[in-house]
Nanobody, 128 residues
């Protein structure tokens, strides 16, 4: 099977941390840009953070800069999203995606470009 599987979501209090993982099976992530997206209840999906396949270039949405860090481990065929100082507005379903496109196009203009693979999502709830 060719798929991406997210894990690491859950319930956390404001100010807490979570680390999301996205593991690929059936294909190698080495030559794909990878991204994390989220969709909050009643809102449109937005690009959270993306990382390139080659030079390590990254993108972060303004709302998460300084709090989230994206990374990848090609040997483990996995991409991560470390989320610190979580806020209630970070609540939503987080999806990972893989595509052979630039970081800018993946995270900023994702609605105009087709991703090669999408995960099914993992729910993050930030609440006291």
């Amino acid at each position: 099977q060719l798929q991406l599987v997210e894990s690491g979501g859950g319930l956390v209090q404001p100010g807490g941390s979570l680390r999301l993982s996205c593991a690929a099976s059936g294909f190698r992530l080495t030559y794909y840009a990878m991204g994390w997206f989220r969709q909050a209840p009643g809102k449109e999906r937005e690009g959270v953070s993306c990382i390139s396949s080659s030079d390590g270039s990254t993108y972060y949405a303004d709302s998460v800069k300084g709090r989230f860090t994206i990374s990848r481990d090609n040997a483990k065929n996995t991409v991560f999203l470390q989320m610190n100082d979580l806020k209630p507005e970070d609540t939503g379903v987080y999806y990972c995606a893989a595509g052979r496109i630039t970081v800018q196009n993946m995270c900023v203009n994702s609605n105009y470009y087709t991703m090669d693979y999408w995960g099914k999502g993992t729910l993050v709830t930030v609440s006291s």
